[in-house]
C-alpha cells in the first residue's frame, strides 16, 4: 500500500490512458547527457553493420531518396513526462533492413557525440521504429536529434538515440550509455520498466 | 544490483531558500547514501489512490539515513506546489533512489582530481550544490550561477560561507535581470566573455557540468564546445522545453 501524503489532492484526473508514473506535458522536453552535436547534413552518414561485418551505407540524399513514412505517435520520456499525438516522418527500419542479410538478435546503437544504447533487433521491425528527420513538417532540429534520430516510440525515449550514426548488429546483448548508468535495459513504459531491477 | 524500491520518507524539516524554493530534510530508514549529482523519484498520493512522480536532484552531500532536495515551486505544479507549498514536517511521501550514474562528481571513470567548472542556471543548482558540499579534497571547483536577480539566488549564504572557509572553491553570479546594490559588472546572460572570466581554460581539461533550463543549457554547452572545451568532459543536465517551437 502506498503512503498517503497528507494534503496531497493532485491536478484534475484525465481521461488519457499514460503508462504508470508518467504524466502529460504538451511541452517537448530535451534530455541529453552532453553539448549537442551539430553534425552538417553534406557529412552525414548512416550505417547498419552486420554480424557478419558487412557495412551498408547511406547519405543524407540516399536517406531522404527512400520510401518514408508519416507517423503519428506517442513519446515517453524515463523521465516522466509524456507527450501525446507527436508527428514524424522518416525511413522505417524495415526499409533500410530489407536487404540486410543477419543472423543477430540484438541492436547497438551509435550516436554522433558518442551516445549508445541497445534493443532487441524485433524491437526495430515491424513497423515499430524508424530513422526520423522531420518533426511536425519541419526538419528535425539538432537539440531534438537532427539531422535524424532513431525513433522506437514503444520504448522509453532515450532507445530513441538522437543524432543516430549506426547500428552494428550482434549476436550478444550490449548495455549502451544508459543502460550501464543504472537503468533498465529494455525500457518498457508500460511495465515502468526505468531502473535496474525494474 | 537490486531493485530499487519505494521507500518512505519523512519530512524532516523545511527551509525556505527563496520565496519560490524550499529545501526538505527527509529522513529515509533504509538510505544508503548516494553520489552528488543524483536525483531521486518522489511519489505523491492522495486519498482517492490518485498518484503523481516527478524526479528531483539530491542537494546533500553523501549521508546515511537521510536526504536533501531542494524545489523550485514550478506554475501548476501538483508536485512541486505540494513539496514547496504545502507540505510540513512529520508528513510522509515516498521516495525512491538515488539514480543516474552520469551526472555526478567525481566522475564514474576517474579523473576526479581535475579542476572542476559548474554552472548553473537558476534551480539547476541543486545537483551542483550537492557537489559543492561532498568536496572534501582540494580538488578547486569553480561555480558561475546565473540567476534573474539576487532575491533568486538558492544557498547564497551558505555559498558565502564557502567561499570564506573552503579552500579552493570560487563562486561567480550573472544576473539576467536585476543586480544587487553596489554590483559593478554587467547585467545579462551568461555570454562567452563571462565564461572565460570566472571558469577554467580549456587547456586545463576540467570536468565541467553545467545544469539549468534548456535554452540555458543549450547555449552553454554550446560556448564552452566554442572556446576549445572537449564535448565528453561537458555534462548536461536540462529541465523543460526548448525555447522555440514546441
Given amino acids: 500500500m502506498p503512503v498517503i501524503s497528507r494534503g496531497f489532492t493532485g491536478r484534475t484526473r484525465r481521461d488519457v490512458e499514460l503508462p504508470p508514473g508518467q504524466y502529460l506535458t504538451e511541452d517537448f522536453p530535451v534530455l541529453s547527457a552532453g553539448p549537442t552535436p551539430r553534425i552538417d547534413r553534406d557529412r552525414w552518414e548512416f550505417a547498419v553493420i552486420t554480424d557478419a561485418g558487412k557495412r551498408h551505407q547511406w547519405t543524407w540524399s540516399q536517406l531522404l531518396a527512400l520510401p518514408s513514412e508519416q507517423v503519428t505517435v506517442d513519446l515517453h520520456c524515463v523521465t516522466k513526462w509524456s507527450k501525446l499525438g507527436t508527428q514524424w516522418r522518416g525511413v522505417a527500419l524495415d526499409t533500410l533492413l530489407e536487404d540486410v542479410e543477419s543472423a543477430a538478435d540484438y541492436a547497438y546503437v551509435h550516436a554522433y557525440g558518442g551516445y549508445t544504447t541497445n534493443l532487441p533487433l524485433a524491437d526495430l521491425l515491424d513497423g515499430q521504429a524508424w530513422v526520423a528527420y522531420e518533426y511536425d513538417d519541419e526538419p528535425l532540429d539538432a537539440e531534438h536529434g537532427g539531422p535524424a534520430r532513431l525513433l522506437v516510440p514503444h520504448l522509453y525515449l532515450w532507445k530513441s538515440a538522437k543524432w543516430v550514426r549506426s547500428i552494428e548488429l550482434t549476436h550478444d546483448d550490449q548495455p549502451g550509455f544508459w543502460e550501464t548508468a543504472g537503468y533498465h535495459n529494455y525500457g518498457d513504459p508500460w511495465q515502468e520498466q526505468r531502473y535496474w531491477g525494474d | ?246
Fill in chain 2, 1 to 246: 544490483m537490486g531493485r530499487l524500491t519505494w521507500q518512505v520518507a519523512t519530512v524532516a524539516a523545511i527551509t525556505e531558500e527563496t520565496p519560490s524554493a524550499s529545501t526538505l530534510v527527509l529522513d529515509v530508514a533504509g538510505w544508503s547514501s548516494h553520489l552528488a549529482g543524483q536525483h531521486v523519484d518522489v511519489r505523491l498520493t492522495a486519498p482517492d489512490g490518485y498518484s503523481a512522480q516527478r524526479s528531483y536532484s539530491i542537494a546533500s552531500a553523501p549521508t546515511a539515513g537521510s536526504v536533501e532536495i531542494t524545489v523550485q515551486r514550478v506554475p501548476d505544479g501538483e508536485v512541486s506546489g505540494y513539496l514547496a507549498g504545502i507540505a510540513r514536517p512529520g508528513d510522509q511521501i515516498e521516495i525512491r533512489g538515488p539514480i543516474g550514474g552520469y551526472f555526478v562528481w567525481p566522475p564514474p571513470h576517474g579523473d576526479g582530481g581535475a579542476p572542476v567548472l559548474l554552472v548553473a542556471g537558476g534551480s539547476g543548482i541543486v545537483p551542483l550544490m550537492a557537489m559543492v558540499r561532498a568536496r572534501a579534497d582540494r580538488t578547486p571547483f569553480r561555480l558561475i550561477y546565473s540567476v534573474r536577480g539576487p532575491g533568486d539566488a538558492i544557498y547564497a549564504p551558505e555559498l558565502s560561507r564557502r567561499v570564506r572557509d573552503d579552500r579552493g572553491l570560487d563562486v561567480a553570479y550573472a544576473y539576467t535581470r536585476a543586480a544587487p546594490d553596489g554590483w559593478h559588472g554587467t547585467i545579462g546572460r551568461l555570454d562567452a566573455g563571462r565564461l572565460a572570466a570566472d571558469g577554467w581554460p580549456a587547456d586545463f581539461r576540467p570536468n565541467v557540468y553545467v545544469c539549468g533550463p534548456t535554452g540555458f543549457v543549450e547555449k552553454v554547452a554550446d560556448l564552452l564546445v566554442a572556446a576549445g572545451h572537449e564535448a565528453d568532459r561537458i555534462r548536461t543536465e536540462r529541465f523543460g522545453p526548448t525555447g522555440g517551437k514546441a
